[in-house]
């Protein structure tokens, strides 16, 4: 049962995006447009996953939102204010595909590092990466370097380290792209275990479909040149245990983001059925 | 073109600034020279006296040429030694890494005893020594630090030790080839320069700042130290040229400490 | 430890060479002078240690060659304390900012084609007319100037590019922390730099002990190696090998001073994960 500290806002707007667009190298030859009238609401709460081939904006979309890189018309709003304010108020974790974590600091303290810059104190830091630590299962590794973990193990220190200050909305963006199949899957797991701890709003940036459908409130299907949001599927898995992937409902949703998908390719690289040359 | 631009006025217009504020604090203060000449005083000696700098510039240039050839061939053959043998390396490596903190340049008053000091072999065999261990260091390293799979390419392809020379560890090892070169050179031009305050002959410019010095003519001693700048800018922008040409413009020029 | 044994065996291999040449110069005619005058034999030089320095003087030549090492030493640590300061605060501006990273870097590099220890008169001309109030400078303070000139150079390039070499990830993250530029100074490009930093502490402790003892030498300041070994070469015709002692104390100190150096990169970087940079 969720009886997270974001209760009170369960019905709110976490993410209100209107008419987004982004163009990189304006004027130049190599102008691209990497959002294009992009619109999305997001719930408090959601667990929304942004999918799509290289270059259709996802990672961008997300940089938008975290204030990471800026956008050329339009709005959008984090929990009712500007992206930069919600940078400035601390109000999202992020973690990226690299664990960026830093070789100098022990794990814990790795941990500790937005809080210090959040100015907490020493004795409320450190509690609170125990606390955190605890949650991700790697309570005896305090002291260790982030060297001496292994992949998986880091990713769940960098996701710990979001979780840090308590924000609101976590940004990921591919954080379990660099992993193994079956250590990406276990993460999977641990990362709904958490949000329904916490009760937090995910905005999730993959390229695996599977992932995407297993995790996700609802897929929302990007395509490239320009940038923009092709289709929003839902996904209610319920209950996840070993059987949801290969349960009926969990095929068709996959089925239905791949064809999704596979309506705005414009690669060329899919297989139609009459190619018989290869 | 505008990026290129970019790069370029800053440091002009701090040159500019710094020459400016040089001057203006040489008039404002009255400085006398034996303080601190005027940029304008040092122009001027510049130019008067160009013949005895270019004679001066071009005895000293020759000795540290001289040192820097014979200390590049050296570093080679030992580099080349140091990657097929083992034991060579294992030998001087840590003697190279040793001397790396120690005055090389000490050696001149031996090497004055040993050798002619009339001469200018001294001052060229410890500029030589002085300019084998960068190349040596730094060859060494680029023969040896092959991309292993690029090894196990070799390997399978049956290729003899000296093949592997040639087609893979000599190309790799260019990049940091010249960084020693790059290192190298205006160290040949400063060792060049102080070996002449050993004694010996005393037409280079060395000898020149230094007698200037003693006879309280600043400005002319500020001036051959400004050919001596200019000296080792030439050396080192030859080296660059040098590699512009050998090198591709894909390779990446290695950075090495 | 086994590098060591290596070294000795490297110099055991020159002594051996030094003989050699000796008796091969007795049975033909080589094109330097081989004589017992300008190239003493290995144990007369052993021997030169504990002879009196001076005609009926207490002192060995041991002794003096010690004290004077340990002078030109002190030298040498302030010129690289000062080379080493300099170095890292234009590090720091010309990281921040990139108008100074442009305009001061090429003057910088240009700098160490000025050959300052040539200037050495000239430094210390101009360096005997100035005084800051009761303090009048000496030419033991030009030498430690020239010491600190040679000093700061491969530091500043270490510095910057050490400062410099945070990846895109780890700068994203520290913008999403609404980490200042202080903040990311010290918190993530310091400790970065570390692993550039200690290769240029070692070649600016060099280029401190070279600058001193060959600023000595031109300087002719007394007390220090530099005008020992000038002092000593004099006396070739008497006493030829008392100069191989003064180039042995100068050996030694540059040894000493990158065993020092070393011992402040295991320290530095015990916690590190023990990876190289070519």
Not at chain 2, 119 to 141: C, Y
């Amino acid at each position: 049962m969720t009886s997270g500290p974001n209760h009170a806002a369960k019905t709110g707007s976490a993410l209100a995006i209107s008419n987004v667009s982004k163009v990189f190298n304006k004027g130049n030859s190599n102008e691209v447009t990497a959002l294009s009238d992009v619109n999305l609401d997001v719930h408090t709460g959601e667990f929304i996953s942004l999918i799509g081939p290289s270059g259709c904006g996802k990672s961008t979309l997300l940089r938008v939102i975290g204030d990471l890189t800026g956008f050329d018309s339009g709005s959008v709003q984090v929990s009712g204010k500007s992206p930069a304010d919600a940078r400035r108020e601390r109000l999202y974790g992020i973690a990226f595909q690299q664990a960026a974590l830093f070789d100098w600091r022990s794990v814990s303290k790795n941990i500790e590092l937005p809080l210090e810059l959040a100015g907490w104190d020493k004795s409320r830091r450190e509690a609170r990466s125990a606390e955190l630590l605890d949650m991700v299962q790697l309570s005896e590794f305090g002291t260790h370097r982030p060297w001496e973990l292994s992949g998986g193990m880091q990713q769940r220190v960098a996701i710990a380290r979001s979780l840090a200050v308590d924000p609101p909305l976590l940004l990921m963006d591919e954080p379990f792209g660099a992993l193994d199949e079956m250590t990406r899957e276990r993460m999977q797991n641990e990362l709904l275990r958490i949000r329904q701890e916490t009760g937090k709003t995910i905005v999730f940036v993959t390229h695996s479909i599977p992932e995407a459908v297993y995790l996700s409130n609802r897929v929302v299907v990007m395509s490239p040149r320009p940038g923009r949001i092709t289709a929003e599927i839902s996904v209610d898995l319920g209950e996840r245990n070993e059987l949801t992937r290969e349960s009926d409902h969990f095929f068709h949703s996959v089925t239905a983001v791949r064809e999704a998908l596979r309506l705005h390719d414009t690669s060329g690289s899919n297989m139609s059925a009459h190619r018989g040359d290869i | 073109m505008n990026s290129k631009l970019s790069y370029v006025w800053p440091p002009i217009l701090i040159a500019a600034l710094f020459l400016g504020a040089w001057q203006l604090l040489v008039v404002i203060q009255d400085l006398k020279p034996f303080l601190l000449p005027a940029p304008s005083l040092i122009a001027t000696e510049f130019s008067n006296g160009a013949m005895l700098m270019w004679s001066a510039a071009f005895y000293t240039g020759t000795t540290a040429f001289l040192g820097l050839l014979f200390g590049t061939v050296a570093g080679l053959f030992m580099a080349l030694l140091a990657q097929r043998f083992i034991t060579v390396d294992k030998l001087v490596a840590p003697l190279a890494a040793g001397l790396a903190t120690v005055p090389i340049i000490a050696l001149t008053p031996i090497l004055n005893n040993m050798f002619n000091i009339t001469s200018r072999t001294p001052r060229v065999l410890v500029t030589a020594i002085i300019v084998l261990f960068p190349i040596f260091v730094n060859v060494t390293r680029g023969l040896m630090q092959v991309n292993p799979v690029q090894l196990e390419l070799m390997r399978s392809l049956n290729a003899a030790p000296r093949t592997t020379l040639r087609v893979l560890r000599i190309p790799n090892a260019i990049p940091f080839f010249f960084t020693g070169l790059k290192i190298a050179a205006p160290l040949a031009v400063i060792a060049a320069l102080v070996a002449e305050y050993f004694g010996g002959p005393q037409q280079g410019l060395g000898s020149r700042i230094a007698s200037a010095a003693a006879n309280t003519a600043y400005g002319r001693a500020w001036a051959y130290v400004l050919a001596a700048i200019i000296m080792g800018l030439i050396f080192y922008l030859t080296i660059i040229a040098i590699e512009k040409c050998v090198t591709p413009r894909t390779t990446k020029t290695v950075k090495t400490t | 430890m086994v590098s060591l044994l290596w070294a000795l065996a490297g110099i055991a291999l020159i002594a051996i060479m030094w003989e050699l040449t000796k008796v091969v110069g007795t049975l033909i005619s080589l094109p330097f002078n081989a004589s017992d005058q300008a190239m003493p034999h290995i144990w007369t030089m052993m021997s030169a240690f504990t002879l009196p320095e001076v005609r009926g003087s207490d002192t060995t030549v041991f002794q003096a060659v010690l004290a004077a090492a340990t002078y030109s030493l002190m030298l040498a640590l302030g010129g690289f304390v000062i080379g080493v300061s300099v170095g890292l605060l234009l590090a720091v501006i010309m990281q921040r900012f990139l108008f100074f990273e442009r305009g001061l870097l090429p003057f910088v590099i240009a700098s160490q084609t000025v050959p300052l220890i040539a200037l050495a008169p000239l430094i210390v001309g101009i360096g005997n007319q100035i005084s800051f109030g009761p303090v009048q400078w000496s030419t033991t303070y030009s030498v430690m100037f020239i010491a600190a000139y040679l000093a700061f150079f491969p530091l500043s390039i270490g510095a910057l590019r050490g400062l410099q070499a945070p990846n895109a990830t780890s700068l994203e993250l520290m913008r999403s922390y609404a980490a200042s530029n202080n903040n990311v100074l010290w918190k993530l490009r310091f400790p970065s730099s570390i692993p550039y930093l200690v290769p240029a502490l070692k070649v600016s402790a060099a280029a401190s002990v070279v600058g001193t003892v060959v600023a000595e030498i031109s300087t002719g300041v007394r007390g220090g190696i530099g005008r020992l070994m000038v002092e000593y070469a004099r006396e070739t015709t008497s006493q030829p090998a008392k100069v191989y002692v003064a180039v042995f104390g100068a050996i030694v100190l540059g040894l000493a001073v990158a065993a020092a150096i070393t011992a402040v990169d295991v320290l530095l970087t015990r916690n590190l994960p023990k990876k190289g940079l070519a």
